[in-house]
C-alpha cells in the first residue's frame, strides 16, 4: 500500500512472479453457447496474486499463473459496458495447484432488465461517479451487476428477472468522503 500526496511522487520497487501456470477456456453468451466473448478481460485471482488476460475473437482465453486456487471472473465494467453480468466471484473456482487447468466454462447472461436511481447525500444533492453493485437473490446468486453514476447522481444497472439488491461499492469514494 502506498500513499500519494498532491505534488508529491513515490518511488518503489514492484516485485513480478514467474507464472508457471496457466488457466484457460472459453467466454461465451449464456443463451447462446456458439457465441463467444472476444476481446473481454478474464481477471484471475488468488489470495497472493491477481493475473489477467483477454479472449481472442471466440471467446477462448488462457491466463498466465502460478500454482494455487484462483477465481476466474470477467471485469466488472467491461461485462457491464457490453451488456453481461459478470460471476459473482466466488463463482468459478479453480485449483492450479497440481498443473495447468484448461476447460473453463465462463458462461454470462445478457441483460434483460434494469435497476436506475439516483444517489444524493444527505443534502440531497447528486453524487457523481459512485460505484454501485448488484447482488442477485441477496448476494447468493451467481451473477453481479455493477454502475457507475453520471454527474447528476443518476445510475442504470442492467439485471436480469428475479431479485436484485443494488448497493453503494464498498470501495467507492462515497465512504472517502
Not at 3 to 14: D, E, K, P, W, Y
Not at 132 to 153: C, T, V
Request: charged share 10%; glycine share 14%; hydrophobic share 35%.
Amino acid at each position: 500500500v502506498l500513499s500519494l500526496g498532491a505534488g508529491a511522487a513515490v518511488t518503489t520497487n514492484l516485485g513480478l512472479v514467474a507464472a508457471t501456470r496457466t488457466i484457460s477456456g472459453r467466454a461465451y453468451d449464456l443463451a447462446n453457447t456458439n457465441q463467444g466473448l472476444g476481446g473481454l478481460m478474464m481477471v484471475c485471482e488468488s489470495s497472493s496474486g491477481l493475473a489477467i488476460g483477454f479472449t481472442d475473437t471466440n471467446g477462448n482465453f488462457s491466463v498466465p499463473v502460478t500454482a494455487g486456487q484462483w477465481s476466474v471472473g470477467s471485469d466488472d465494467q467491461q461485462a457491464t459496458f457490453y451488456g453481461y453480468l459478470r460471476l459473482d466471484n466466488e463463482t468459478n473456482a479453480v485449483d492450479a495447484t497440481a498443473g495447468n487447468v484448461s476447460g473453463i466454462s465462463v458462461g454470462l447472461p445478457r441483460c434483460t432488465a434494469l435497476i436506475y436511481g439516483s444517489v444524493k447525500d444527505e443534502q440531497n444533492q447528486p453524487l457523481a461517479g459512485i460505484e454501485l453493485n448488484g447482488n442477485q437473490n441477496n448476494g447468493s446468486g451467481p451473477y453481479e451487476g455493477s454502475a457507475i453514476s453520471d454527474q447528476n447522481g443518476n445510475y442504470t444497472m442492467g439485471v436480469i428477472a428475479g431479485t436484485w439488491q443494488a448497493s453503494v461499492d464498498e470501495d467507492s469514494s462515497a465512504h472517502e468522503n
